[in-house]
């Protein structure tokens, strides 16, 4: 069997802080994404997909204990010295920013900014030739008059135009994977599109393997294969998109499902899941989700669900296989797609 | 950009009108009677020498009057004549801003120099130990009076170890160069005289390292603060996740980003020490602006009193001017000259 793109196995990330216990970020999750795959983490704010993205990078502060495997190509990340990890981000691995209005250096032209990215892996490129290829990207990513454009600074670009620089930026030295971590949620609707259309492209095209954070279910029924769900730090369901938009087997997918807004079809409220996500430093007993699930049962309280098969995809639950049939509001939310 | 050059040099002049009048009537509305100084306490119950004196100096006319004959001489680069030395006050600004300039400069750059590093150094080591001799540098940089810290310096390297020269602007057995700028360091050079050029540098080491010491504190203070809210933006990260090091990301990065603020400060002690340099003038036996300015205003000497202040004004307007430039200069952002703006 080929091996995966990446593979993350057993991922752990705890934070110190002073005097008090250490508390856990990410409590051990696995991920594997394949080349020319887009791979989506959905969770709210809060649940350690951006800790566990930044892990992957390295780019933690020093406070944090990351531990676990992190393979890229079969290569093991954690614990690489930071010299070598220079080499691997911006080369081997991009990563794209959710607010493009603050991941650009207000300072520097733009075409400075993505010569920059290349200059960074390819000490023997002239100045010249580097904002040559920093034209190219940025025509890879449909920028309009890309000559003048790379000249200009970030302030005169749109939110939308940043966010294609930053993809372009992150593009620069043709890494196998891409981390967009939120790249969308900054942006108008429309703009959202076109920017999900522009990842799709370069997966396809390019053969990039993209790993999609986001808390919008609705972006990933269009854009992924397969899904990663995460709560408080676990991952509490994953599969391939269609089973797990066809049926989500924990109650949390359910709910994140359920409180999908669909046009077309009239319903006096959107199914929001009650309550709010758990402070890290005061996680729950047993399932995290508990106090907001609508199926708890005695055993939730004190016993941690594991990552189990269930079906073809995995879902942290202890009641799985006696969920109730889907609502009208999921099929509903299957239909559209 | 240059419009806006040309429109901020067109107030100057009406800025400068402003300054002059404050300080021509806060001058004259003083109780104490110039005249006094002039001719001496004995002399003031001799009414003829006192009419002689008044009409000699024109005190005898309204204070409108004087004002309109000052800003007359004054458009004709007449200061008036200073009470005291019985020279053109023009002429003794000329050969003392030099001096004074010389000195501030090369605190300026030594301030900054360090400055810079310090603040550096301390935000990337934050509340470790190099932040805290960082801290403790600025500290005494800013608290430790300059006339004790200026009298310690010159005990130590002086006196006692005799490393560097005591007092003055050049070695006492020297004479002073020809003038043609006023700056000694030029000027010396232009006369192609090496040893006193070396003299001149080796005199300036304690007075601008002394003045430096308390730019150094600010500047240190602040470049830590905007450094340490650049570092936290997300472009630092992003800078990271390009692959970028540690040193290219703290001065290609941040450090530029860091001292858009800090631009505002060196401006302002510039200008603050054109005039505020006094103490370490003193102890020096600097012969600049601000012990003429300490002289002027001891002796009551009203043409000498208003030429400093002009100085002082004109040092913050030009301080000022040169700051907006370089901050449209630095930020792509500041688009100085757009009316739009407004």
Redesign the interface.
């Known amino acids: 069997m080929r091996e995966p793109l990446l593979e993350v196995r057993d991922l752990k990330v705890a934070f110190r802080s002073h005097g008090r216990a250490e508390f856990q970020a990410v409590c051990g999750i696995n991920l594997d994404v394949e080349r020319g795959q887009m791979h989506a983490v959905v969770g709210e704010s809060g649940s350690g997909k951006s800790v566990t993205m930044l892990a992957i ?1 390295g ?1 933690l502060s020093p406070s944090a204990r990351v531990s676990g495997s992190v393979r890229l190509e079969g290569e093991e990340l954690i614990g690489k010295p930071e010299r070598a990890m ?6 081997r691995i ?2 794209i ?1 959710q ?1 493009p209005m ?8 733009i075409g400075d900014q993505i010569a ?2 290349i200059r ?2 390819d000490r023997k490129i002239t100045r010249r030739s580097a904002q040559e290829r920093a034209v190219e990207l940025l025509r890879l990513v449909a920028i309009p008059m890309a000559e003048q454009r790379a000249l200009q ?1 970030p ?1 005169e670009f749109s939110g939308g135009m940043r966010q294609r620089v ?1 993809i372009a ?2 593009m ?1 030295n043709e890494p196998s994977l891409l981390i967009a971590d939120e790249p969308t949620t900054a942006l108008d609707v429309t703009i959202q599109a076109q920017i999900m259309e522009l990842l799709e492209r370069l997966r396809a095209e390019k053969g990039v393997g993209i790993v999609l954070v986001t808390h919008d279910l609705g972006v990933v029924a269009g854009a992924a294969s397969a899904v990663t769900i995460m709560y408080a730090g676990r991952v509490v369901e994953q599969g391939s998109v269609d089973e797990v938009f066809a049926w989500p087997r924990h109650p949390y997918t359910r709910g994140l499902l359920g409180s999908l807004p669909h046009p077309g079809r009239p319903k006096p409220r959107l199914d929001a899941i009650p309550g709010a996500p758990p402070p890290i430093t005061m996680r729950p007993s047993g399932c995290a989700f508990h106090p907001r699930c609508a199926f708890a049962v005695e055993r939730c309280l004190t016993e941690i669900p594991p990552l189990r098969s269930v079906g073809p995809s995995l879902s942290a639950c202890h009641r799985a296989e006696e969920l109730p049939p889907l609502t009208s509001a999921m099929e509903a939310a299957n239909a559209d797609r | 950009m240059l419009s806006y050059i040309a429109r901020r040099l067109i107030a100057m002049p009406f800025l400068l009108l402003g300054v002059i009048t404050v300080a021509f009537l806060l001058t004259h509305f003083t109780t104490a009677d110039p005249l006094t100084s002039i001719i001496g306490e004995r002399q003031m119950n001799n009414p003829a020498v006192v009419a002689a004196a008044r009409e000699r100096w024109g005190l005898d006319r309204s204070l409108p009057e004087q004002y309109v004959v000052y800003l007359k001489n004054l458009l004709s680069g007449d200061f008036g004549t200073s009470f005291r030395t019985r020279q053109p006050v023009a002429q003794d600004l000329l050969v003392r801003l030099p001096a004074t300039l010389e000195l501030v400069i090369a605190a300026m750059i030594i301030g900054t120099l360090f400055g810079i590093a310090l603040g550096v150094i301390a935000a990337r080591f934050q509340n470790r130990a190099p932040d805290n001799l960082a801290r403790l540098v600025a500290l005494f940089g800013s608290s430790i009076p300059v006339f004790w810290l200026g009298l310690v310096v010159l005990f130590i390297f002086s006196v006692q170890l005799g490393w560097l020269p005591g007092p003055g602007r050049i070695d006492s057995r020297m004479p002073a160069p020809p003038f043609v700028t006023g700056f000694y360091t030029i000027d010396t050079l232009l006369d192609g005289n090496w040893a006193a050029f070396r003299s001149v540098l080796a005199q300036m080491i304690l007075p601008a390292c002394v003045l430096g010491w308390t730019v150094t504190g600010i500047v240190s203070r602040m470049v830590r603060a905007s450094m340490l809210d650049v570092l936290s933006q997300e472009y630092i990260l992003a800078a990271r996740a390009k692959g970028a090091g540690e040193l290219r990301i703290l001065l290609h990065h941040a450090l530029r980003n860091a001292m858009l603020p800090t631009l505002t400060i060196l401006g302002f002690s510039f200008a603050y020490l054109i005039t505020g340099a006094i103490l370490t003038e003193t102890i020096f036996a600097w012969p600049g602006i601000g012990s003429y300015a300490v002289a002027a205003a001891r002796g009551l000497d009203h043409p000498a009193i208003i030429g400093v202040t002009i100085v002082g004004g004109m040092a913050f307007l030009i301080s000022n001017l040169v700051t907006d430039i370089t901050y449209a200069l630095v930020d792509p952002r500041v688009k100085i000259g757009a009316r739009a703006a407004q």
């Open positions: 990078m780019l220079r080499r691997i981000r911006g080369a991009g990563y920013f607010d603050s991941a650009l250096n207000p300072l520097l032209t920059e990215a960074l892996h600074y302030h930053v930026m992150s620069a």
